[in-house]
């Protein structure tokens, strides 16, 4: 199954994450299928192209319980933008 989920990286006790689309059976950090750009700096603190994740969310990708929040918040983010 096709899930959209976060991916971790940055140093120890430093992380931030990436929104990502793979495959259910491969690891957290491993093989992706298609990869979020995430947010630079401070005074932007989600960056979700929420039109890209719908198109994924309408082919059958299923989005964890965190990601779906995080689309959740980006949409109400975009409309009052």
Known sequence: MVKIRLSRGGA?????????VADGRYARDGRNIERNPI???KDVP???????ANEWIAKGAQPTAKVKQLIKQAAK????A
């Open 39 to 41: 947010a630079a700096g």
């Open 46 to 52: 989600l960056e979700l192209n929420v039109t890209r």
């Open 77 to 80: 983010a975009q409309k009052a």
């Open 12 to 20: 120890k006790g430093r992380p931030f994450y990436h929104i990502v």
